[in-house]
C-alpha cells in the first residue's frame, strides 16, 4: 500500500502509541500513530535539532514547519510558554496528534493547523512575522514542494529571526544549503553529527523590508 507518511489522510489503521521525548530540560510522553513520521521513537534529527539547536526565544510567532505528531512543536512550547507556536503540517492525523500531545503537555500555546502543499501557512494570519522557525522539512516530498514551502515560510521571518532546519546528508543537506544561499538567505552550518547538518537560514539584512 502506498500510504507515505506525508499524505493527507493516512489510510493505514490506527495504531496508537507512546513514544518519549527526552531532553535534558524536559521529558515528555508524546501519542504516535501508524501513517506519521517516525511513530515508533523521536526521528534522532528531530532530538539533535532540539538539543544542539537554538533555544527559542521567550515571546512571539514560532513555526514548526511540518510538525508531525508534535515533538518539536511541544518542546518549543514548553521552553517559552509566552510564545506562540504554530504548528502545520499536510498529514491530518499528525495534525491531530500535535494538538493533543501540546494539550497532554500542558500546553496551551500551540496552535495545530493542517495545511495544504499549496498553502503551507493557510490559516495562519498575513500579518504574523515568525519570531523562529523550526523543522525537520519533508526532504521526500520532493524538491518542488520542498522549496516551495521553505521560501514561503521564510519570506515570513521577523526581521533578524532565524530557521532552524536538520537535514541528514545523505537527503541533499548541503545541496540545500547551496540553493538556500542562492535565493539570497544567509545559511551556516550550525552543527554537524551522525550525518545530520543543522542549519541555521536567515534572510540578508539587504533584502529585510524597511
Ligand atoms: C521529516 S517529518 C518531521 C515531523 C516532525 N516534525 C518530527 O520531527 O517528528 C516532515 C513532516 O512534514 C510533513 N509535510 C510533508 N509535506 C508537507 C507540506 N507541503 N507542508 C507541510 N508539511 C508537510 C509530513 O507530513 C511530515 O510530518
Redesign the pocket.
Known amino acids: 500500500v502506498d500510504d507515505?507518511?506525508?499524505?493527507p489522510s493516512p489510510a493505514t489503521a490506527s495504531r496508537p502509541q507512546t513514544v518519549s521525548l527526552t531532553l535534558p530540560d524536559l521529558t515528555v510522553g508524546l501519542t504516535t500513530d501508524a501513517g506519521?513520521?517516525?511513530g515508533d521513537a523521536?526521528?534522532p534529527?528531530?532530538r539533535l535539532?532540539l538539543l544542539e539547536g537554538a533555544m527559542p526565544p521567550a515571546y512571539g510567532d514560532l513555526l514548526?514547519?511540518?510538525?508531525?505528531?508534535?515533538?518539536?512543536?511541544v518542546a518549543l512550547a514548553r521552553r517559552s510558554p509566552a510564545a506562540r507556536i504554530w504548528?502545520?503540517?499536510?498529514?491530518e492525523r499528525?495534525v491531530d496528534l500535535c494538538a493533543r500531545n501540546a494539550e497532554a503537555a500542558g500546553c496551551t500555546n500551540v496552535r495545530a493547523l493542517q495545511?495544504?502543499?499549496?498553502d503551507?501557512l493557510a490559516g495562519i494570519p498575513d500579518d504574523v512575522r515568525f519570531a523562529g522557525i523550526?523543522?525537520?522539512?519533508?526532504?521526500?516530498?520532493g524538491k518542488d514542494?520542498?522549496h516551495?514551502?521553505l521560501v514561503s515560510s521564510l519570506a515570513r521571518l521577523a526581521p533578524g529571526a532565524t530557521a532552524h532546519l536538520?537535514v541528514h546528508r545523505h537527503l541533499g543537506a548541503d545541496s540545500l544549503a547551496s540553493w538556500l544561499e542562492g535565493q539570497g538567505f544567509a545559511t551556516k552550518r550550525r552543527a554537524s553529527r551522525r550525518g545530520y547538518r543543522l542549519l541555521d537560514v536567515a534572510r540578508r539584512a539587504s533584502e529585510e523590508p524597511t
Open positions: 507515505h507518511y506525508f499524505s506519521v513520521f517516525s523521536v526521528d534529527g528531530t535539532l514548526d514547519l511540518g510538525c508531525g505528531y508534535g515533538p518539536i512543536a504548528a502545520v503540517d499536510v498529514n499528525a495545511v495544504s502543499a499549496d503551507v523550526w523543522s525537520n522539512p519533508p526532504i521526500r516530498a514542494v520542498l516551495r514551502l536538520v
